[in-house]
């Protein structure tokens, strides 16, 4: 069946929800309205306000309440209505949830899923349009996931709401609204830390996440060469084996990313591939990010800045047909370096 | 009847809330244990930093009274006394603080992270008011799945400057959650004064903003003190609702080990240390006929012993493994 994301995530959280009395949930509007990107509609009319709680503007004091909550016997899902408001919060997931099994000794653990809406594209300006996995990849204790389609939402979902330990799931706000033609169930729970092989070929591999799985997929469309595709679906732990597994057999590894090129994800992927697998590469790794500027609101200016199919087939053909690795579009263009 | 020393932590926990002096014992082995704390940083067989609580004992005690292992406590960095007072054993705290794998988290916590579960100690909090919010969530547990749990959250006045308190009450409020948000008012907010930080000194007053049933209590009498908050959880246990106690207190030492505390008005501390919890604990079950002097110095003596034996017991104590590192991460781990 066609499925929206938005409505992926609500049967999720109702299927874990059916399954769990223990499974609670709060957030900011997510109760009888449902939800500001309609990702929560009918659980509180399914499971009523002792389980499904909106809460004053307090980040900090409900995402809290979720490592309180959590190590006492509750499975607290916790949507922060867009990623930066974690910036209020961030203390108690990254220093406190992230730690509360190491600093008890295993005696208590804080399996919380704290969802947000994450990432550009929608036109909501700087401040509501990171992606900001960063705050978090560099905390143990953390397990952090982005899906990248209704089918991808729904099966890390469950798995996330079943972990005993912190989870950040960050769902990319541009695809709440696309379609996935898939049969909700637990046959369609998706295990943490698995990539999923989106397309199979033998020039280049390209790892994507989130938003750029899409980005990917477009831009294999009528090209020259042959991908091995990955959705990384987990950063934190990330599949190294599907990744280093699939450069060993292509030689070329392209990354896509949406986040500035300071710090982000790909840089560990490209740094473990380069270090255990440089025997394979034939070529350059290729890291394409966004510019390190904030994201600009203008329609025009916000589409630049984050990698197109055209960027990333244009990338591919010179990685496979020249062995060259491109210079980001910004420096092409001399308008940053 | 041995009045420390018991097998486990929640013996200790249980002499506490039922036996008058054990309360008074198990004050006087707080200020020997962190005595002993002091002492071991001087020698240099400590690393890092730690904060005692010496005055603040009897907070620590007539909490520990009052409450039930079953209910959850979120406490500061300055937690020796609450999980001494709790039933943590000293030679358990005593190894954590030495970073030795006896100690009450294997060592890889120090003086500021403590735990155990066993008498409902969550894991102590190195960050300002960080407690707060989860002890509000530890009520939310106790609510939704119908148990008779309350829990606590213990923090001193500088944390009700922070956003998390002040969420915290809200949230706990609104949401008819049972915590006793429990503020050990001691003036100082690290190395800074209430007056200088903070519009007015009864921090009690805060709760008004959250309509929340709020009292000033002396934190210097544990014998009225344990009456007193014995109450508030009753009160809480009750009607579900929370509740907030400021406790006027005051800490004898300095913020942290490396503070002199120079900067006290002078003559403070001295008002204060005629207050200190275990000389009006010690004076009063003199006056009240239950021990005579020589019985009192003998308990502080018996106290003493039994404290430089844990001492010896923790600095005994071998190293953690390299694997316990690696360990508790995560569910896997």
Not at chain 1, 166 to 173: D, G, K, T, Y
Not at chain 2, 90 to 103: D, F, K, Y
Not at chain 2, 238 to 250: G, I, L, N, Q
Request: hydrophobic share 45%; net charge negative; glycine share 10%.
């Amino acid at each position: 069946m066609l499925v929206r994301m938005n409505q992926a995530v609500s049967a999720a959280i109702a299927a874990e929800m059916r399954d769990d009395p223990t499974v609670v949930l709060w957030g900011e509007d997510i109760g009888e309205s449902g939800g500001v990107f309609k990702a929560t509609v009918g659980l509180f009319e399914e499971f009523g306000a002792d389980r499904v709680r909106d809460t004053p503007i307090s980040e900090m004091g409900f995402l809290g309440a979720a490592v309180g909550a959590a190590a006492t016997g509750l499975r607290p899902i916790v949507e922060i209505m867009f990623v930066e408001f974690l910036g209020v919060a961030l203390d108690q997931l990254v220093t406190e949830a992230a730690m509360f099994r190491y600093l008890s000794a295993g005696e208590y653990s804080a399996g919380i899923t704290l969802r947000a809406s994450a990432g550009a594209g929608l036109g909501f300006g700087a401040q509501h349009s990171q992606m900001l996995d960063r705050w978090v990849i560099g905390s143990p204790g953390m397990t952090v996931v982005v899906p990248s389609s209704a089918r991808t939402a729904y099966g890390l979902l469950r798995s996330a709401i079943r972990t005993d330990d912190p989870v950040l799931v960050l769902e990319p706000r541009q695809l709440y609204g696309t379609r996935s033609d898939f049969e909700p169930g637990d046959d369609a729970v998706l295990p943490l830390g698995k990539a999923e092989f989106i397309a199979a070929g033998t020039d280049v591999t390209l790892v994507g996440l989130g938003s750029t799985v899409p980005t990917i997929g477009e831009a294999m469309e009528g090209s020259r060469w042959s991908a091995d595709a990955i959705d990384l679906l987990t950063i934190v732990p990330w599949d190294s084996e599907a990744v280093l597994d699939s450069v060993s057999r292509t030689g070329r590894l392209v990354i896509v990313e949406e986040g500035p090129e300071q710090g982000g994800w790909g840089a560990d992927v490209a740094a473990t591939v380069a270090s255990k697998a440089f025997d394979s590469l034939k070529a350059p790794i290729v890291r394409m990010t966004t510019p390190n500027v904030p994201i600009a609101f203008s329609q025009s200016l916000e589409e630049r800045f984050l990698p197109s199919a055209t960027d990333v087939a244009h990338a591919v053909d010179e990685l496979v047909f020249s062995g060259r690795c491109v210079s980001p579009w910004w420096e092409r263009e001399g308008l940053a370096t | 009847m041995s009045l420390i020393g018991e097998p486990n932590p929640l013996e200790r926990r249980d002499v506490i809330k039922f036996d008058r002096l054990a309360r008074l014992g198990r004050m006087i082995e707080i200020r020997r244990v962190e005595e002993a704390i002091q002492q071991l940083f001087a020698e240099g067989a400590v690393r890092g930093t730690t904060h005692t609580a010496q005055g603040q004992e009897a907070v620590s005690v007539a909490l520990a009274a009052a409450t039930e292992p079953s209910d959850s406590v979120t406490c500061t960095y300055r937690g020796h006394g609450v999980a001494l007072a709790l039933g943590m054993k000293p030679e358990t705290l005593l190894a954590e603080v030495l970073g030795r794998s006896t100690g009450a988290i294997g060592g890889v916590g120090g003086s500021m992270h403590l735990c155990d579960r066993s008498i409902g100690l969550m894991p102590t909090f190195a960050i300002v008011g960080a407690g707060i919010p989860v002890a509000v969530g530890a009520g939310l547990s106790s609510k939704i799945l119908g148990s008779n749990a309350i829990a606590v959250a213990v923090f001193g006045d500088g944390a009700t400057n922070i956003g998390a308190f002040h969420e915290s009450m809200n949230l706990a409020r609104v949401w008819e959650l049972p915590v006793l948000f429990l503020c050990e008012n001691n003036l100082y907010g690290e190395y800074s004064r209430i007056d200088r930080t903070t519009p007015f000194e009864d921090l009690h007053r805060r709760g008004g903003s959250y309509d929340m049933d709020s009292r000033s209590l002396d934190g210097q009498e544990v014998e009225s003190l344990t009456v007193e908050l014995q109450h508030e959880v009753d009160q809480i246990r009750a009607t579900s609702m929370p509740r907030f106690v400021e406790v006027k207190t005051y800490r004898f030492a300095g913020h942290s080990r490396s503070d002199p505390a120079t900067y006290r008005p002078e003559g403070e501390l001295d008002k204060w240390l005629k207050r200190d919890p275990i000389a009006l604990a010690s004076a009063a079950v003199i006056a009240d006929g239950l021990l005579d002097e020589g019985a009192v110095e003998a308990l502080d003596k018996q106290v003493s012993e039994r404290v430089t034996e844990a001492v010896g017991v923790a600095v005994a104590s071998p190293e953690p493994a390299l694997k316990s590192m690696f360990e508790n991460v995560k569910a896997d781990s």
